[in-house]
């Protein structure tokens, strides 16, 4: 059970309290996008521009980290999907200095430090965004960033209780085959957007470890999780928010459910 982003229901999006409110519920592991800033730092925001989630403005790839600091990045707006707001008193102000707990843009370092601070605790699976983009620079930056934490073993990864401590997902198939190449062992996890039926086949025989279905994928088509775990693939699906998601997973013997509402999928477990 993986939490998206942190706890997003909790607190805002990849921030220290949504990750630190994953492990109170007893998440096994947190979810985070990264991109590279211009001078090659990776940083954990969703979106190519920090506007939905910042007091700034601009373009991830075209700022350098110094900049991205200067803003406030936290609850600043609505949570997504008609979600409710968060309250007056949670938004944080413009005037406030950022700091580490209070509105600085997390790095994958900072999250690094905190999830290596308890080995075993939560695990950390890490997309990768639009890596298209910088060539190979968005892998090569998370390998040394995962070698410098001691989490990438002799190839593979690190294990915490016989499960990799990492894994690597990413929409792009390019991407997933240069993580391949760069730390072979590193589990991945090919996330799936578009319709599964044209691409299945393919999907299936890939070398990616695991397949990442969108929850509406699987709702057309639950079949796909017994082929791709007789074809040797876990499934991991996103984004499992509604209950009746949450149970069709359990029933279906999903590897992994990526939630805004890690609480409520562990209590559909039976784990909560
Ligand atoms: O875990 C996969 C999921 O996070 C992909 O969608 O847009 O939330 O990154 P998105
Ligand atoms: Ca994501």
């Not at 008609?82 to 005037?95: H, K, M, N, P």
């Not at 965004?129 to 690190?158: D, I, Q, S």
Request: include cysteine; proline fraction near 6%; charged fraction near 25%.
């Amino acid at each position: 059970m993986v939490a998206h982003r942190g706890a997003t229901a909790e607190a805002p999006e990849h921030t220290l309290a949504a990750y630190r409110q994953a492990a109170v519920f007893g998440a096994d592991a947190v979810e985070c996008d990264v991109r590279l800033t211009r001078d090659g730092v990776l940083v954990c925001v969703h979106d190519r521009q920090i506007r939905r989630t910042s007091n700034g403005r601009g373009i991830v790839s075209a700022l350098h980290l110094a900049e991205l600091e200067q803003y406030q990045f936290g609850p600043r707006k609505p949570k997504p999907r008609g979600r409710s707001r968060w309250a007056d008193d949670e938004i944080l102000s413009v005037t406030d200095e950022p700091d580490v707990e209070n509105g600085l843009v997390l790095t994958l370092d900072r999250l690094l430090e905190y999830i290596t601070a308890s080995p075993g605790s939560l695990r950390l699976a890490i997309e990768t965004k639009h890596p298209t983009r910088h060539t190979r620079k968005v892998e090569e930056a998370l390998v040394e960033c995962l070698r410098r934490f001691g989490l990438l073993g002799n190839g593979g990864p690190v294990e915490w209780a016989g499960k990799p401590a990492v894994r690597m997902m990413s929409f792009s198939q390019l991407a997933v085959r240069r993580m391949a190449e760069l730390a072979p062992g590193i589990p991945t996890v090919q996330l799936i957007g578009k319709r599964l039926r044209p691409v299945r086949r393919e999907l299936l025989l890939g070398n990616a470890t695991a397949l990442g279905p969108g929850i509406s994928l699987i709702r057309a088509d639950p079949d796909f999780v017994a082929d791709a775990h007789a074809a040797g693939k876990e499934v991991h699906v996103w984004t499992v928010n509604r209950t009746a998601d949450m149970d069709l997973m359990r029933d279906l013997g999903v590897d992994a459910v990526i939630t805004d509402h890690p609480d409520e999928m562990l209590r559909r477990l039976g784990r909560g």
